[in-house]
């Protein structure tokens, strides 16, 4: 048997376990305290029972003082009623005693409904409680790995010719000869050779993205416009990837892939400024204007230290009218791109640097850059795809000196 005092105790420890963790527990946790509950109140109930008279006196005395009705058969109203055996009457100092929160609670344990906020403790909900549910905020925009393209496709010579395009490619030239007065010269001819022709063909290059038709519909406009990006910054990195090293076969033939003119193919077995100077050597000076340096930037790097026989640095990285640095090689530009191995990285025999006028580099678009969107019928996707017709010569390789790794002695 309890006390009043006890009774009052665990019934407020039971409320403060079901207002601070009352939604972790158990069905069956939740229907043993409501069973305790109604226990404690019974017991609670006989006990003010038992000791009803003395309190009942006192409380017609209180009544009577107060000024209030008294009613009944020489039976003054009772100002406070205690619960009978199934504990459903109210209370006036226990709210927890209640009819009203007994259907509150069941209620919260059989269907989940909240406990009114007057059985409530206060509380406040903090972001670490609702972690779950606050929904993320994504920036229209997606960062991601940057590549270097753009370089090499704005210096070659372009052209867009319907159907093959075949160039004349002469290496007779008519000379001049000194006569006596009165006297003249033989005639001579100019030629084309049909073998001397530059033939281009048709290459076709694609890409093709396809996504399915649920995140097309739900994609964010920023998703979209950078899969178009990422199209059409794939195919420019073939184009100039086919301008550099292309095999010529079923893609554009690549620069390096040529074969330079007699004495224009320089090895070395590590980057040396006699190197620098035997590629100048080389290259024709009639040749001399419009040609440039292109190599890897670590390649360039290689070269940054340098200096000639007075001690003048080769290499050197002045700031443009924008900004951009503008490297120079002996007083030559350098045209730094990924397409060319390091010379670190670079094999016996590849090429890792060469001097070269990108305006003796023809890439003929038969049909060009077109991006279009369709729907896959058959499984509903949606195809964004890049399209092209392409081909690419050297036509002029006097301009040609290529500087390659060998091997070392």
């Known amino acids: 048997m309890h006390t009043l005092q006890e009774i009052e105790a665990r019934l407020a420890e039971i409320n403060t376990e079901i207002t601070t963790r009352g939604a972790e ?21 006989q006990l003010q029972a038992a000791a009803g008279t003395q309190e009942q006196r006192n409380r017609i005395l209180a009544a009577v003082a107060a000024g209030q009705a008294v009613t009944g058969q020489g039976a003054p109203t009772v100002l406070r009623s205690f619960p009978a055996a199934g504990g ?21 344990v059989v269907r989940g409904t909240a406990i009114p906020t007057e059985y409530r403790a206060d509380a406040v909900t903090k972001t670490t409680d609702v972690g779950a ?37 002469s290496s007779v030239k008519p000379t001049a000869t000194w006569v006596a007065e009165g006297a003249g010269s033989d005639k001579q001819k100019k030629t084309a050779a049909k073998d001397g022709m530059v033939t281009f063909a048709y290459h076709k290059l ?41 095999t010529g076969t079923g893609q554009p033939k690549g620069i390096i892939k040529e074969t330079p003119a007699t004495g224009q193919a320089i090895e070395t ?19 001399e204007a419009g040609a440039v340096w292109c190599m890897s930037k670590a390649t360039f790097m290689g070269f940054i230290g340098m200096t000639d026989q ?21 007083g030559r530009p350098v045209v730094c791109c990924d397409y060319l191995n390091s010379f670190d990285a670079a094999s016996t025999g590849d090429v890792v640097a060469f001097v070269f006028n990108f305006k003796d580099y023809v890439l003929n678009t038969n049909y060009a850059m077109g991006v279009k969107k369709y729907e896959d019928n058959d499984t509903d996707d949606m195809v964004t795809k890049g399209v092209m017709l392409a081909d690419g010569k050297v036509v002029d390789k006097n301009s040609l000196v290529t500087l390659k790794k060998k091997a070392s002695s």
């Open 88 to 108: 459903s009457q109210e209370t006036g100092d226990d709210k927890y005693a209640t009819m009203q929160y007994r259907k509150a609670f069941m209620d919260y």
């Open 133 to 169: 549910v606050i929904p993320t905020t994504v920036l229209n925009q997606i960062v991601e790995k940057l590549e270097s393209t753009g370089m090499i496709l704005a210096l070659v010579t372009r052209t867009a010719y319907k159907g093959g395009v075949a160039i004349p490619v």
């Open 206 to 246: 694609r890409c093709a993205v396809a996504v399915s038709l649920e995140v097309e519909n739900m994609a964010m406009s920023a998703f979209e416009t950078l899969l178009i990006n990422n199209i059409v910054e794939a195919m420019t990195k073939a184009l100039e990837q086919a301008i550099i090293s292309g």
């Open 269 to 287: 077995a590590k980057l040396a400024y006699a190197d620098i100077v035997k590629v100048e050597g080389a290259l024709p000076q009639a040749y």
């Open 25 to 45: 527990m158990t069905a069956d946790e939740l229907t043993a305290l409501e069973t305790e509950v109604a226990a404690l109140q019974e017991e609670r109930s």
């Open 310 to 330: 007075q001690g003048q640095p080769i290499a050197r990285v002045n700031y443009g009218i924008a900004g951009k640095p503008e490297r120079v090689l002996l």
